[in-house]
């Protein structure tokens, strides 16, 4: 099978709309088609530009975002710029692969829910390495699926030979249920749960009877659900730095970020002020926390109003 091209190329709207304010749809619509042409097979013919202008007033609207090369070939510097951007990223994972395939890594599998294709790659934190995917590819439909932990890295060189004729782009490919389950069994992986934090989860949070199974993972989710769901990696780690000291109560973290929804701050920083408090403060449990916030609810309660002297000045 013929290993295909890139399906995509990075597309950055604002710069574009700014770039063809003064051409007209169908001005527009050629250079959109000349580009994809472009992208897929490389340098352009003039008569190639031509054959998608159709006339010359197009043509020369469209010829004033190309410049030509040595050989009297047609591009965009944009386009190429972006389509050399991507070769050497996918070029600089390929070279972090072949390091040290003694080095035990995690091999996982990530689905794009759009286009169902599978990426099959390593890392020695799969989580993280999700959120670089998605700012890299613009794309928050990926999902983690599954991972097996401290296995030789190359197990991934494997399974890219194993699926070699199903390969579309990187490490992307075009696997079936069938693949992905035995991909699974062979190597015993976890499935990754990517759970959406409901209402129902929060309730069961305040309710103190019952226990709800917080770990790291419900944690980043929570945070990408009701903060910011284009998570960087510095609120990753900010995050992580927070899990570990709360470790013994991570509902710690969770009832932070609800404090961040009730005030409209949704904002790392914010969070992070709040924990810190809470952290300086001595707290280990939520129990603690709520049991202060009594506290103080109790004293504003019971604070003695200020005597108001009710005297009548004029008649006494």
């Not at 004729?165 to 389950?181: A, G, H």
């Not at 770990?215 to 995050?239: A, D, G, M, T, V």
């Given at each position: 099978?013929e290993k295909l091209k890139s399906p995509s190329f990075q597309f950055y709207s604002s710069d574009f709309m700014t770039g063809t304010t003064f051409m007209t749809n169908e001005e527009v619509g050629a250079y959109i088609r000349c580009l994809c042409m ?279």
């Amino acid at each position: 099978m013929e290993k295909l091209k890139s399906p995509s190329f990075q597309f950055y709207s604002s710069d574009f709309m700014t770039g063809t304010t003064f051409m007209t749809n169908e001005e527009v619509g050629a250079y959109i088609r000349c580009l994809c042409m472009q992208h897929q097979k490389g340098h352009l013919k003039e008569k190639e530009m031509i054959q998608i202008c159709l006339n010359q007033e197009v043509l020369e609207s469209v010829m004033n975002h190309y410049k030509q090369d040595d050989e009297g070939l047609f591009y965009n510097e944009r386009l190429d710029f972006e389509k050399e951007k991507s070769r050497k990223y996918s070029e600089s994972r390929a070279k972090n692969r072949t390091k040290s395939d003694s080095t035990n890594t995690c091999i996982y599998l990530m689905i794009d829910k759009t286009s169902n294709m599978v990426k099959i790659g390593n890392s020695n934190n799969p989580e993280r390495r999700l959120i670089e995917v998605k700012k890299y590819y613009k794309n928050n439909n990926i999902i983690l699926y599954a991972y097996c932990s401290n296995v030789p890295q190359k197990i991934e060189k494997e399974l890219h030979d194993i699926y070699k004729d199903k390969w579309c782009y990187d490490e992307w490919y075009r696997l079936t249920e069938d693949d992905i389950s035995q991909i699974i069994s062979t190597y015993h992986m976890i499935i990754h749960m990517n759970s959406h934090i409901t209402n129902h989860m929060i309730n069961h949070m305040e309710n103190e009877d019952e226990e709800e199974d917080i770990n790291k993972e419900y944690i980043i989710n929570y945070y990408i659900n009701n903060i910011n769901n284009n998570i960087s990696s510095i609120e990753y780690s900010k995050l992580e730095e927070y899990i570990n000291i709360f470790s013994s109560d991570l509902r710690i973290i969770v009832y932070g970020i609800e404090y961040c929804k009730m005030y409209k701050a949704y904002s790392i920083n914010y969070l992070c002020r709040i924990l810190n408090n809470w952290n300086k403060a001595g707290y280990k449990t939520l129990e603690d926390i709520k049991l202060n916030e009594r506290k103080i609810a109790e004293e504003k309660e019971n604070k003695q109003p200020i005597e108001v002297f009710d005297m009548d000045w004029l008649n006494d």
